[in-house]
């Protein structure tokens, strides 16, 4: 079967990194994705892994490992509004054309 | 640019009614794809939609049924409502069937279903 793991909690203050993991077994693996969620709204696109390495876009960075099925996303510079919940969504053969999810990782960003 | 629209935002209905849920893509994509989100859960597949016919299902029960319209729009209908159907409807588009695998898949702000 798939399966994709993430942690159900973190906390961070601002200003400081947070990396969140996320490990997924899965056939025919053919990308990881990661999408923020607000509280009561949609996923948003952060990020696509396709490769091995480490894809960065401004403060946010997704790394990938495809023989460890091992993936992470790192916020840097943590602002208040990155409060959210963190999903690792992984597409594979096995899956078809569906993606399949994780259960979020809530971030919870103090001052 | 207008991003993928779903309606109604919010909704409540009791058990054994029926509803339909609706979606438009964003614009140039042409593949619909709903997802249930319970709460505190991520996004699971219900099922998608590409040239007006359903492509692929998740392991959702029949009273789960949708439909695609020429304009690419495309509806979610629950039959029976159960009290565990309440949830967060998504919609999702993209460009054709492979279009996940290019990164390429957009989420609506959901239709929230209240069971009672």
Same mark, same amino acid.
């Given at each position: 079967g798939q399966n994709i793991d993430q942690p159900t909690e973190m906390t961070a203050t601002e200003g400081a990194i947070v990396q969140i993991n996320c490990t997924y077994q899965t056939s025919g693996f053919n990308g990881l994705f990661w999408y923020q969620q607000h509280a009561g709204e949609a996923p948003t696109f952060l990020s696509y892994n396709v490769l091995d390495g480490l894809e960065e876009k401004g403060r946010f960075s997704s790394f990938l490992s495809r023989s460890k099925g091992y993936s992470y996303l790192l916020l840097k510079?943590?602002?208040?509004?990155?409060?959210a919940s963190y999903l690792c969504a992984v597409s594979s053969n096995q899956a078809g054309t569906a993606l399949i999810f994780g259960k979020g990782t809530t971030l919870s960003v103090s001052s | 640019d207008a991003g993928v629209t779903q309606s109604p935002t919010h909704l409540i209905k009791t058990r054994g009614q029926q509803v339909t849920l609706r979606c438009s893509p964003k614009s140039g994509h042409d593949t619909v794809s709903w997802y249930q989100q319970a709460l505190g859960q991520g996004p699971q597949f219900i099922f998608q939609y590409y040239e007006e016919e359903e492509r692929q299902r998740g392991?959702?029960? @029949?009273?789960f049924s949708g439909h695609q319209f020429p304009n690419y729009s495309s509806e979610l209908n629950v039959n029976? =409502? =159960?009290?565990? @159907?309440?949830a967060l409807y998504l919609c999702a588009s993209s460009l054709g069937l492979a279009g996940i695998n290019t990164g390429e898949l957009f989420f609506g702000e959901g239709s929230r279903l209240t069971v009672l």
């Open positions: 510079e943590l602002q208040m509004k990155d409060s | 392991n959702f029960p @029949d009273r029976a =409502l =159960l009290l565990g @159907d309440s």
